[in-house]
């Protein structure tokens, strides 16, 4: 068995390598940039070493240094988590060579399926079905408009290296497929070092389901279910569960020997996913493969009681497989959501920061978080901004989302911005709660349907204003009881006056928009009444607020609210200097510039392509305008806040 184990990673998933070992009694070691230097799997880990700058190229992407930490800490083999080198084979056959264990598949098997167009080459010949499309060798423009032409439009574009959406684009059109083209291969060169594109023909309301499996060193293949990770982002998994609703025994059954046959395929070892695409009349075609432990296994641990990581671990150490196919059983349903730093209702933006405030619902065996950050902690601009995973289990599926919406309810951060309040939509979702959730969901809905439902900022602002009336009468009987005659009326100062308690007035600011809440009170009866909506102080009482710097946060009204109370005798209307500036919304590089001073733009249009957080983010015109100002030039590097350029309303064309 391993001995001391280094993890080739960071965040969550490192900190979640580090609890199994610790269990098993290996010894961890963990690596660590220098913006990482006090994250959370480095204080978890028995060692730890620094590798290098922030940029992940100069650390986490780092062979050199990597090997270099696992020779000076005495390691044995390595777990490379998943991202970053897990699915690169000459990282996995550079870290045989140095004659430590490698924890994950044969290098070949991880370079034939990691390359698309050769894994579904392979596929075909072992008779698992695939999606008709081009893969192949001849990358020039001219080759690859010719396939999509003759496929027929929309096709999918998808790098040929990689996965995680990246340079995967949707062409709906001949009009939009060169500028795909150039977009798929600059974001393919940057995140997998190759810019190769395949082409295929793009199957429109399918489900994304996807088969665990595991292989040993002695021929035993078996298969531990399936996961549906149907609601995706611009091609990014948000919420996936096991087993897949709707799926027949006939269909799991088939989908399930496929899995193996694909695996078999390729003389795999380890952990492994096979993923397909499901159509409407249950037709299942080979999308590729996940040579690595996946972000979603947690779905598939909590339905078969199993630990992955164990299994990993166990097999690179030469181990048979811990169960046989008919030993592995599946029990309930799981859920999984993963928390972001991120604001849905501007487009997704990641919002790296400070976490000044977290706090988490009790873990069980029913609700599960596997995180990498602590309060105190930051959400790095460098790295996937991924604050948690939260999953739930249950008997029935019913009872799975029902303590997924309860656990993110009850979550409250401060800080960065977060997508909580997106997920409990989605989990309420009828697509969702009816099982029919397809890949293209999310991207068809309004972002502004992401955000909380007018009664719950109700109901927040009914807390808000108890909180703050309880805090001024705390504070008005202290004041009246400072005073040295105990007998003086306003000693007590409740505010009596006769026939009943005067209404009291308060002025909050919730999201932006303003609010009267008028507090009644009859007897010892109070309510709350906000633009005619009365509610009852009964509704608001278990109500979670934190007070920071003079603004309330609230949690359990659909996603953390922040509420803060304003003089309405102030002046509040300023000129705002910056309406017609494009600021730059994080640290990042300037890959395209599409525009020149005095262009004529259209509302919509791609001015600007800024690349952050291993994402390209295209910036365009809110209206129709003519630009005034380019501050920054292709492939400059930028910070966050920084001005990117300036345009004028066109008032010709208005």
């Not at 507090?519 to 608001?540: L, Y």
Request: aromatic share 6%; proline share 4%.
């Amino acid at each position: 068995m391993i001995k001391k184990l280094l993890i080739a990673n960071r965040g969550e998933i490192a900190c979640r390598i580090i609890r199994t070992a610790n269990r098993m009694g290996i010894a961890t070691v963990a690596v660590y940039s220098e913006a990482d230097a006090s994250a959370m799997h480095v204080r978890n880990a028995d060692q730890a070493y620094l590798i290098g700058p922030a940029p992940a190229v100069d650390s986490y992407l780092n062979r050199t240094a990597l090997l270099r930490a696992a020779k000076q800490s005495g390691s044995d083999a390595i777990h490379p988590g998943y991202g970053f080198l897990a699915e690169n084979a000459d990282f996995a056959q550079a870290v045989r060579d140095a004659g430590l264990v490698f924890i994950g598949p044969p290098t070949q098997a991880i370079r034939d399926m990691g390359a698309k167009d050769n894994a579904k080459a392979l596929m075909h010949a072992a008779e698992v079905p695939i999606v008709p499309g081009y893969y192949g060798a001849d990358q020039s423009t001219r080759r690859l408009t010719g396939e999509a032409e003759a496929m027929g439009f929309p096709v999918l574009l998808k790098a040929a290296l990689g996965g995680g959406g990246k340079g995967m684009r949707i062409v709906p059109s001949k009009q939009t497929l060169r500028q795909a083209i150039d977009s798929a291969k600059r974001e393919a060169q940057a995140a997998f070092a190759d810019d190769r594109l395949l082409i295929e023909r793009y199957l429109s309301n399918t489900r994304h389901i996807e088969v665990q499996v595991f292989a040993d060193s002695h021929g035993h293949v078996v298969h531990l279910f399936e996961r549906d990770c149907s609601l995706q982002r611009r091609h990014q998994k948000v919420i996936e569960e096991a087993p897949a609703p709707g799926l027949t025994s006939d269909l799991r059954e088939r989908m399930g020997r496929a899995a193996i046959a694909a695996a078999k395929a390729v003389s795999y070892e380890g952990a492994g996913t096979i993923e397909f695409l499901l159509t409407a009349d249950d037709q299942f075609y080979f999308m590729e493969m996940n040579t690595r432990l996946q972000v979603e296994h947690s779905v598939s641990e909590l339905i078969t009681g199993q630990d992955f990581v164990e299994w990993q671990l166990r097999i690179a150490s030469g181990e048979k497989l811990p169960l046989k196919q008919s030993e592995i059983v599946m029990n309930g349903h799981a859920i999984e959501a993963r928390i972001y730093a991120e604001v849905p209702e501007n487009n997704f933006l990641p919002t790296p920061g400070l976490i000044e405030y977290l706090h988490w619902p009790r873990e069980n065996a029913e609700l599960r978080i596997d995180t990498g950050v602590e309060a105190g902690d930051w959400v790095s601009p460098h790295y996937d901004p991924m604050i948690a995973k939260m999953t739930s289990h249950g008997e029935t599926r019913t009872t799975a989302i029902n303590r997924l919406i309860d656990g993110l309810n009850t979550t409250g951060i401060i800080g960065p911005g977060q997508n909580l309040a997106f997920l409990i939509h989605l989990l309420n979702a009828k697509p969702f709660v009816d099982g029919t959730a397809h890949t293209s969901y999310i991207d068809a809905q309004p972002t502004e349907g992401f955000v909380i439902s007018n009664h719950g900022k109700r109901l927040a602002l009914a807390a808000a204003a108890r909180y703050l009336a309880n805090s001024d009468d705390h504070q008005t009987k202290k004041a009246g009881q400072s005073g040295s005659d105990p007998h003086s009326p306003w000693h007590e100062m409740a505010g009596w006056r006769l026939g009943r308690v005067a209404p009291r007035w308060l002025h909050l600011d919730c999201g932006g928009s303003r609010f009267e809440v008028v507090i009644k009170t009859d007897g010892e009866a109070r309510w709350f009444d906000i633009d005619g909506q009365v509610i009852d102080e009964a509704a608001v009482t278990s109500a979670q607020i934190i007070q920071k710097a003079g603004s309330l946060y609230l949690f359990g009204f659909g996603g953390p609210i922040k509420v803060i109370r304003f003089d309405p005798l102030q002046a509040h209307n300023s000129a705002d200097d910056t309406k017609n500036k494009f600021i730059a919304p994080m640290p990042g590089k300037i890959t395209a510039v599409n525009i020149e001073v005095d262009d004529r733009v259209a509302k919509g249009d791609v001015v600007m392509v800024l690349e952050a957080m291993k994402m390209e983010h295209a910036i365009t015109a809110p209206f129709d305008g003519i630009i005034r100002e380019v501050c920054v030039q292709q492939d400059q590097q930028v910070d966050g806040g920084v001005v990117l350029l300036a345009m004028d309303a066109d008032h010709e064309n208005t």
